[in-house]
């Protein structure tokens, strides 16, 4: 038997007094009816052998499409992914990052050369989750997005929709991601049309301990002539007189850049100027036969390994003051073999990493 002291309940009581509880419960609710047994606690009916207490009162099978719960009514409604830590599973543990991914909106944006643009727009927005909460209300997070999606976007207006969500789920830390696809227009080389090039951007503001910084990426997509197939294929030329074409193919360039925020405005289009200028060859858009001849003299006058790729875009990179740390990811997707060849050129503390996303390099794909 449990002791108990005369004004505390058995906090621990034993299975003979559980099942004399049991019993004491199943006579009762053997001669009581539905309604005082749903009144007590509906679960009792799970209690009673071959016996169920009908639902009291009958359940609508209507939908009320005039039903307007008040602050009354809401207050009453449960919500198991804010409750207590009790209902914790696994380990209580810190989690950096939870919240929603690819939920889209139209968005506005600034740009350098033509006005703002209306763009769609996939977000992701997370925050950090301390060790005793149970989670977040993800749909604050929408919410509070939604409350600045009318305005004209830049960093200050991602930081005043961080603001309010990091401040309605009490968190101590948040990030907001905004990808979309840029448009931008391009000429050809050599016959003067012009056609709209499309860009993978992402603006990304992060706050972690108090201290925010924005980041730009940016996915470059280019031709890779191989310096040693355009050797090896001249000298089939000079000396067997063999025609030879050295092996070129698509290639991708990730440029993650952090943004200081003190100096002038990086426009979106300062980052692609910047990557055209180190590797000249991008894919081409509207293309007659001028064009394709310039862009084959292009590529000769460009040969690079992926290594060469890397170094040219750290060189323009560093030469930006508008530009922090920065990440340089070029995947050159092989014509000659059925690999890619790969590198990661990293400035700064920021984008070191002792290990990578095992699929880092198959997102390198430009989709056509």
Not at 282 to 295: H, N, Y
Request: hydrophobic share 40%; proline share 5%; net charge negative.
């Amino acid at each position: 038997m449990t002791h108990v002291s005369p004004n505390l309940t058995a906090v621990h009581p034993d299975e003979d007094e559980a099942r004399r509880a049991l019993d004491t419960l199943r006579a009762w609710a053997s001669s009581a009816d539905p309604v005082e047994v749903a009144r007590l606690d509906p679960a009792i009916a799970r209690l009673l052998p071959a016996h169920e207490v009908a639902n009291y009162p009958d359940l609508s099978r209507s939908y009320p499409a005039d039903f307007v719960p008040d602050d009354a009514y809401k207050a009453t409604m449960p919500d198991l992914q804010n409750g207590p830590a009790s209902l914790i599973q696994g380990a209580r543990q810190l989690i950096q990052h939870v919240g929603i991914s690819n939920f889209r909106l139209p968005i506005r944006y600034h740009t350098r050369d033509n006005g703002d643009l209306t763009l769609e727009t996939s977000v992701t927005g997370t925050v950090s989750l301390e060790a005793e909460k149970k989670g977040i209300n993800m749909s604050r997070i929408m919410r509070s997005f939604y409350a600045h999606a009318e305005k004209v976007f830049s960093f200050e207006v991602i930081e005043a929709a961080l603001d309010d969500y990091k401040t309605d789920l009490d968190s101590l830390d948040a990030r907001i991601e905004m990808s979309f696809s840029f448009p931008m227009k391009v000429q050809s080389l050599r016959s003067g049309l012009e056609g709209y090039q499309y860009y993978n951007i992402a603006l990304e503001l992060v706050e972690q301990g108090g201290t925010r910084r924005k980041f730009i990426h940016l996915d470059y997509v280019y031709s890779s002539t191989c310096p040693c197939s355009l050797e090896l294929s001249e000298h089939a030329r000079q000396v067997r007189g063999q025609l030879a074409t050295p092996h070129s193919q698509r290639s991708v360039a990730r440029i993650s850049v952090e943004v200081m925020c003190d100096r002038s405005c990086l426009w979106f289009e300062d980052l692609i100027d910047l990557c055209r200028d180190a590797v000249p060859t991008e894919t081409q858009v509207m293309v007659k036969r001028e064009d394709e001849q310039a862009f084959a003299e292009l590529n000769a006058a460009n040969p690079i390994f992926v290594e060469d790729a890397a170094r040219l875009f750290c060189e323009r990179l560093k030469d930006d003051a508008r530009v922090g740390d920065f990440r340089v990811v070029a995947s050159h997707q092989e014509s000659l073999h059925s690999h890619d060849a790969v590198s990661i050129l990293t400035e700064g503390e920021t984008f070191r990493s002792q290990s990578l996303d095992p699929r880092l390099f198959s997102t390198l794909i430009h989709a056509g």
